[in-house]
């Protein structure tokens, strides 16, 4: 160090303390007395960790901002994501995407940065629509930030990022063709290899279908091989059969596999531009979804929808005969559980409690996944089935989570609204 350069004195920055006038009563309760969350009820508990949620998402806001002003006082060096990295000892990998998340929503998503003020919106969902909106232009992306402002709160991040993929796709299709189309000029095959003597092998950028495809085979491999003497379990089998089909072109008996593909008429004769919608992945491009379906192992199948709800009432035979349990897994789309996202043809079916009707009286078939299944039979969950559809889940909290049967109508995409509210 020179002379003339001034010399810094290096402390600790000084942390202040919230105001606790300012938190929720259940927040300020516990604070003041850590024991009294003994004495709570589920109900109690479950609306601390709500709270607690919510005034976590308005300091990240607040965060946000510091970090966008940061950033500007930093410009043209890049050196804020560095400076961000040392004082939340983070990477600066880390700091960078929430410098480049903190700039997105000042600058081109208010609306979103409005939510987190607001607690209903946390920072890693908001970096899902940062994420998904990256490649829009200015006039674009506040279409999809107003679009949005209703759809996400009360959505989990997967959902939060499938709502924000389709806004965009559909308010600029070509874009989002032209997106697809450039990641896929970066697929890539690479090895990862980690210090306990273990090595992750991933296939990044490759086509939806495929890869949607490949793991399809990969897991009813695996499903074949786990019998009642298998000590491993269905991910180390998935792992093995996946390997052993890189090296030897083997690794359980064959079977078809399927992905279903939702797209409307006018999107499949060229006529629309409206995102289409992959089971278990969400919307992708028109152009995109023309070209699965171009595939010469290609099956179409009509599907009759309700034009007031956009839900499936009756599936074409054309193709072999129609079977019930396929009709449900058609019809439901994913596991019915709120929030969950699993393919319905990777799902079982089970009987759901008719609303006011006794538990076997006039059940109704649902597909849930292997996970949700058991979790319909633990104390205390309750599930039961409207006459429009929707599945009503309550929880031992006291709470229920509803969501309606998914619109196969692209325009009018309902995959998984939920919505919730308390039982008194």
């Not at 306990?196 to 793991?215: D, F, L, M």
């Not at 079977?255 to 089971?279: C, K, M, N």
């Not at 929880?395 to 998914?406: I, R, Y």
Request: net charge positive.
């Amino acid at each position: 160090m020179t002379s003339s350069q001034p010399v810094h004195k290096l402390v600790p920055s000084a942390t202040t303390q919230g105001n606790d006038n300012e938190l929720p009563l259940s927040l300020r309760s516990f604070r003041a007395d850590p024991n009294s969350l003994q004495q709570m009820k589920d109900d109690q508990v479950v609306d601390l960790i709500r709270d607690a949620e919510a005034e976590i998402s308005k300091l990240q806001a607040l965060q946000l901002r510091a970090i966008a002003d940061l950033s500007v006082r930093r410009r043209p060096a890049a050196s804020a994501s560095s400076e961000v990295a040392l004082a939340l000892s983070i990477t600066e990998l880390r700091a960078s995407a929430i410098v480049s998340a903190a700039n997105a929503l000042i600058a081109r998503l208010p609306r979103m940065l409005n939510l987190m003020d607001d607690g209903r919106l946390d920072l890693y969902r908001a970096m899902k629509v940062t994420d998904a909106t990256s490649w829009l232009s200015g006039d674009h992306v506040r279409v999809v930030d107003a679009t949005l402002e209703d759809r996400v709160p009360g959505r989990n991040a997967t959902q939060v990022r499938r709502a924000a993929a389709y806004a965009a796709a559909t308010v600029d299709p070509e874009g989002a063709a032209l997106r697809t189309e450039r990641k896929l000029v970066e697929r890539r095959f690479t090895l990862h290899h980690q210090d306990t003597g273990v090595t992750n092998v991933s296939v990044n950028n490759v086509p939806t279908e495929k890869a949607t495809a490949a793991y399809a085979r990969v897991d009813q491999a695996a499903r074949a091989l786990k019998t009642a003497d298998e000590p491993r379990t269905l991910d180390q089998l998935r792992a093995d059969v996946a390997i052993d089909l890189l090296l030897s072109g083997t690794g359980g008996p064959g079977a078809r596999t399927e992905v279903f593909l939702h797209i409307d008429l006018a999107t499949y004769l060229g006529l629309g531009q409206s995102p289409a919608l992959l089971a278990g992945r969400g919307p992708i491009a028109a152009a995109v979804a023309r070209h699965i379906i171009s595939g010469a192992d290609t099956t179409l199948r009509r599907v009759l929808t309700d034009p007031r709800t956009g839900q499936a009432t009756e599936l074409s035979p054309t193709r072999y005969q129609i079977q019930q349990d396929e009709f449900i897994r058609v019809r439901d789309q994913e596991c019915r559980q709120p929030g969950c996202t699993r393919p319905a043809q990777h799902c079982g079916i089970a009987a759901t409690r008719a609303k006011g009707e006794t538990e076997g009286g006039a059940d109704k078939p649902v597909t849930y996944c292997a996970r949700h299944r058991k979790l319909k039979g633990q104390p205390g969950w309750d599930f039961e089935v409207t006459t429009d559809g929707t599945v009503n889940v309550a929880t031992p909290a006291g709470h229920v989570h509803s969501t309606t049967a998914p619109s196969v109508h692209p325009v009018r995409q309902r995959v998984h609204r939920f919505w919730k509210k308390a039982v008194k």
